[in-house]
């Protein structure tokens, strides 16, 4: 069997997504999520340019050997880009090898190691009020895990939280040219903690809650937030710091108990080995589509698996359905999963993608459906062109750019 | 679907075999190793009174939660026993997956990863002399890499020299009651140079040369035969010392860039994750039968090759071609294969256990059938009934007990 | 003097039990504890078809001598199975050696380092309550030591609490197939801290208290809890987490002053060897048929007593009074004793093993008699047969396996 | 000041090179190269589709500021498609800062440190023969280093030795999709040694000899290798493992006192801190154009100062002159400057690229013209369109994925 022809789809049903299809010369196909918000155009180039070209021809049952000669034959390893295109084409086999067999992925993976995939949901508001409520929102939707981001009083904009009360989505990439906004530690510093005390105080010990940073202390004031976040018992805490320097997490780990998850930004196992083998961490967030495919993540699960580090793999919007099934065949499989983030698409979006997973009673269930049980229908897809949009930048008071 | 049936097969058509087969409801079998040389009946035992029952009636695709319900929930973990009865039940999951999915086992775990398996033989000789034929006829099979061992001067019996010339085979397990070699470090130190020395000048640098010390030295002792053995390039240095001191390889590898290879002995990725992730080591010899299977194997070459080890499956004749065939579709799938070891079965061995694996100009090839492309043929198994058989116990000259 | 007879003999006055029997031509007899909970035969036959053979015609004086030929005659190393084996031979030969002297084995092992083995019973109940209720009740028995378990609210059953109040026995292993629980690390964090809380408040500083985790947290959720345990002073928190990875305890060991204890799963000191060194942890809890004897369960006490680690032997009931008698002579002699555990067996089990051994005022006293002052009244134990029965598996609430 | 205009220019003038050009409101230009061999158009779109847009209207004078704002901003950060992108903005801005100035750049980076800037050349041949004749060539040339590199016996091509006799340009992005070739350690290793073995014999000591391993060893192969090239005297062995696993060159640096240099696949100083701040490493080999540019590369070299660490930057002719100029400006002005790699580029390249650096006995000059003295003839590199070219892949004899 061949690779007979491998075509990148680019579309904007609410939101920018890149797609990789690819079909066999006995016409099966798989698809592999490509989408790098705000970046998506280099990840196309890179995959019409300088992979489908040797894609062609290639024997789509050999997914390590591709895999391995996308990563060392480009030469120029690493990368947002370039892991996700890569994981764009192993994606897309996986899902033919699927389809082969007769067998959803997860099969393939070893099988349903649990029941259903625990996910969950972004609560956030202006005040702590709105943000309890939506709290109590996902409470009643059956949510067992919610994340609670809140404005900060003296800030105009905050990390995470809509504008628009109600939407159960969050859309960050705003603006074709990236949107600023002005960031204070200490006023964040000061905040956090009354969220929290609130949340406890309002919904007891049993809901899980999760608070994410979005990298922006350093790992002494990471170590104090979690610290003083202790008696509100997160799951986890995210983010926390800028994570290239690995051994900073170190400095966190000394002073607090607090669970740290890190990794949406990370694209190999490199990124976070340090992190996982020193067990800086307790959850690693890296995804299918960022990540290098379902080849590469298993690896750095399992490598987690050692060091009991759990799996939570991001999971906002700017993955596409593509993405949320290849993780959710890789969710139910792996011996050591934590939980996966759900924010759901638009309408649009999940008719773009028909697709066969679900959410029920706070859990997802990936497709039975040979392969990943997603598709993308290409002539709707077709109706919605790319629009450029950007992720914003923060700054400080004093205009030094920080971290978003 | 569940599993309908389960039993324990003992044979012997040369030596002692273990094999655990496995029905589902829908008629589809899978088979499983369970040899553990010379205590076979104990892990038959494990498999018939303890396992078996919690078998019947589970879904035979959750290869993973059935591993780890065997592995957490046995609450005795690891150690050669244990981990070889969950490696059959891991085997046979497998066998009976790739057959539901209509695919060779190699297709599920990520495809070829390279043309064929490279295997290496097993040349003695008592003298020197005798070695160098037995080298000169593997290379006339094709053989790329061949180990050699020869006897000691002053030693009645050495581990790996087989008493038949010719024989292509070696059984060390060669008495009910073990028999009793005497061992001299001293001697052995001062002779085995001489053996390298002779085969670089007899058969040229290309030939790849390994070499099995048996777990026999301390580990400056070692360090020593790794220098001394550095002008005659060894593909490995085998199992120097004994290994449940993992940091003892620390003391080797300081002194000697003479590649290690050690593994045979091991259960699980406990046994060798400090060997691996201070990259004490270059081949990692784990097996599927002893190392609780295909799943668990996977993950210990996985993390391999994030730190340059490669693999080098023990191969011996003491695992059975349903071992041998497991091995194959692990080797020909896996980034970081290195070297496998292969001795020939007696014909009573491979009538028993059909097998659709093959060797050709010093490659193994795995089965293309569905599965793992090997099988138990029962009536002819029943025709050899179980032979107690021991491996030889060591002693120095002044009758301590040292590793054999 | 020769060895002349050994045997198996498998029995079930309320719990199986595997006791090897020693006859030498002298007409001494030893016994050796083989009970491996839930696995039991694999044990039986590991001693019955590989063991038993060559013990025939041995000197049973030389002990170490066996040990050495068992450990590294059997070149597969290590594990649970292989480990109760040996350990049934080497206690059995040391009972021998007892007697052969004259001598209780204390007395062989450097004589009583102290008057008493202080020893710790189990309080449990389902509500706080209960478990007050039965820690008084040990108070009043004279214990000094108690360890408190008590049922979690939410959840079904807990480990440790056994069904029947007032039993003073608890025995997990309840089902021929494996019953399965449900677990909830959230639910048990928020209760485990008022248990504590109560005791303290009732019961004052002066009673020992323990806590057993079953190996259900990973280290930083353990590193929380032993945290929050500091103000009540806990004599130990115990298996907080799977010990495979020995170097997972430094992150609890960073975030706490609460004592650790582990080691009952342990067969080698090479499952502690990092844990110990590193002081890592303050009991070691290996028990003398899981941990290869008396000889090399010394060994594991005898490295502790560097780094000032005490010992602090399991004592449940699954292990027979054969091996709570070894377990005394050993406690009484080394330097560096901490604590035993002692779960009282049933009196049909009592009457199968008659022993000397006895409790007084929170003490165990090993029995003066020459050997280990134990036997097995093998008619009695003929009249109870083996019936299968298996520990618990957990799942997490998702339906994932989890540590039972 | 604002940025008026920027664009990307492809161009194809013996080999494909990616330009971007930014043009100030006041008619001032500066250039950047953005050239990633193989990847060209992913890097174009990334500048085109992503960087462009947010360029226009900026301010050109604050290039820290800009490159916080891309790497940040981006949030998606690292790999060589980002940082090649953000290198080639931070490029064209100094180059405008230089020409705001008047003075040539390394001015602004502190003037110069050195008189020339040492250079080492590529000779390459099939034989040792052909190979040394090129070395003779380079030391008539007045080189006072040189790089070596040489066809193996048994390998139909090697990487570094050209087709080509008398070139001095060599091309390995030679074909639209990547040519395939075969790879053996162990014939490369049996051969390297007599290759510098002839090198000394001929030239003597005083020629500074280079070798470039091109990650194709393990670390254990590399220090076997970099120990017997010790009586050579190398002033660096290059790439000699794949350098993810940055903790593993600890294993190469204890066996050789061979200097080794690495880095030109780098792309922040995160792939190398750890390599610099343990020592691993005496030339670290980052690059402008692929290592964020001339704000970044300071800094990595800045960190390797306090290390004794030298600068050796690669410069291989997929570097265009514009990448060329900027790194002689770095090169002149650091304190730790080492070596500079430099292959001559073809006469239609230098056209399309007007520059001022000039190469005299055995150094290069940067040029004294405001900027970098470097420009891009648009017109004439209109004439060259984009052609597909691809680096090879590499393969073991058996078909494995190497790294080429």
């Given at each position: 069997?061949?690779?007979?022809?491998?075509?990148?789809?680019?579309?904007?049903?609410?939101?920018?997504?890149?797609?990789?299809?690819?079909?066999?010369?006995?016409?099966?196909?798989?698809?592999?999520?490509?989408?790098?918000?705000?970046?998506?155009?280099?990840?196309?180039?890179?995959?019409?340019?300088?992979?489908?070209?040797?894609?062609?021809?290639r024997d789509p049952t050999r997914i390590e050997d591709t895999w391995q000669y996308l990563y060392r034959?480009?030469?120029?390893?690493?990368?947002?880009?370039?892991?996700?295109?890569?994981?764009?084409?192993?994606?897309?086999?996986?899902d033919i090898k699927g389809k082969l067999a007769g067998l959803p992925v997860y099969q393939l993976l070893g099988g349903r190691a649990r029941d259903g995939v625990t996910v969950y949901g972004h609560a956030n508001g202006e005040t702590v009020d709105e943000a309890m409520a939506e709290v109590a929102r996902y409470v009643e939707l059956g949510y067992r895990a919610v994340r609670v981001q809140t404005g900060v009083p003296g800030l105009a904009t905050t990390y995470g939280v809509t504008r628009e009360r109600g939407a159960l989505a969050y859309e960050p990439a705003d603006s074709a040219i990236p949107s600023e906004s002005v960031w204070s530690t200490r006023r964040y510093l000061a905040h956090v903690p009354t969220v929290f005390a609130s949340a406890r105080a309002e919904f007891g010990p049993d809901i899980q809650l999760l608070h994410d940073v979005h990298h922006r202390l350093t790992p002494i004031e990471a170590a104090r937030l979690g610290r003083e976040l202790e008696p509100y018992g997160l799951t986890w805490l995210e983010d926390p710091v800028p994570a290239e320097l690995q051994e900073g997490f170190r400095l966190i780990r000394?002073?607090?108990?607090?669970?740290?998850?890190?990794?949406?930004?990370?694209?190999?196992?490199?990124?976070?080995?340090?992190?996982?083998?020193?067990?800086?961490?307790?959850?690693?967030?890296?995804?299918?589509?960022?990540?290098?495919?379902?080849?590469?993540?298993?690896?750095?699960?399992?490598?987690?698996?050692?060091?009991?580090?759990?799996?939570?793999?991001?999971?906002?919007?700017?993955?596409?359905?593509?993405?949320?099934?290849?993780?959710?065949h890789v969710d139910i499989a792996i011996p050591n999963f934590g939980l996966q983030e759900y924010m759901r698409h638009t309408p649009e979006t999940d008719a773009?993608?028909?697709?066969?997973?679900?959410?029920?009673?706070?859990?997802?269930?990936?497709?039975?459906?040979?392969?990943?049980?997603?598709?993308?229908?290409?002539?709707?897809?077709?109706?919605?062109?790319?629009?450029?949009?950007?992720?914003?930048?923060?700054?400080?008071?004093?205009?030094?750019?920080?971290?978003?």
């Amino acid at each position: 069997m061949k690779i007979a022809d491998a075509k990148v789809i680019v579309t904007c049903p609410g939101r920018n997504f890149v797609t990789l299809k690819i079909v066999t010369d006995e016409g099966i196909s798989g698809v592999g999520d490509a989408t790098l918000n705000g970046r998506e155009l280099a990840v196309a180039a890179y995959l019409n340019d300088h992979v489908i070209p040797v894609l062609l021809g290639r024997d789509p049952t050999r997914i390590e050997d591709t895999w391995q000669y996308l990563y060392r034959g480009a030469y120029w390893r690493r990368g947002p880009v370039t892991m996700s295109a890569i994981a764009a084409v192993d994606t897309a086999l996986w899902d033919i090898k699927g389809k082969l067999a007769g067998l959803p992925v997860y099969q393939l993976l070893g099988g349903r190691a649990r029941d259903g995939v625990t996910v969950y949901g972004h609560a956030n508001g202006e005040t702590v009020d709105e943000a309890m409520a939506e709290v109590a929102r996902y409470v009643e939707l059956g949510y067992r895990a919610v994340r609670v981001q809140t404005g900060v009083p003296g800030l105009a904009t905050t990390y995470g939280v809509t504008r628009e009360r109600g939407a159960l989505a969050y859309e960050p990439a705003d603006s074709a040219i990236p949107s600023e906004s002005v960031w204070s530690t200490r006023r964040y510093l000061a905040h956090v903690p009354t969220v929290f005390a609130s949340a406890r105080a309002e919904f007891g010990p049993d809901i899980q809650l999760l608070h994410d940073v979005h990298h922006r202390l350093t790992p002494i004031e990471a170590a104090r937030l979690g610290r003083e976040l202790e008696p509100y018992g997160l799951t986890w805490l995210e983010d926390p710091v800028p994570a290239e320097l690995q051994e900073g997490f170190r400095l966190i780990r000394q002073h607090t108990t607090t669970p740290l998850a890190v990794g949406e930004v990370f694209n190999t196992i490199w990124d976070c080995h340090q992190l996982i083998t020193e067990q800086l961490i307790d959850y690693i967030r890296t995804t299918v589509v960022h990540a290098g495919g379902i080849t590469h993540l298993r690896r750095i699960f399992d490598l987690a698996s050692l060091y009991h580090v759990r799996s939570g793999s991001h999971g906002a919007t700017d993955l596409s359905p593509v993405c949320m099934a290849a993780a959710l065949h890789v969710d139910i499989a792996i011996p050591n999963f934590g939980l996966q983030e759900y924010m759901r698409h638009t309408p649009e979006t999940d008719a773009v993608f028909p697709h066969g997973y679900r959410f029920a009673d706070g859990y997802l269930y990936p497709s039975d459906e040979p392969g990943l049980g997603v598709d993308i229908d290409e002539e709707l897809a077709a109706l919605y062109p790319y629009r450029p949009a950007s992720l914003p930048v923060n700054r400080l008071e004093d205009g030094t750019v920080h971290n978003w």
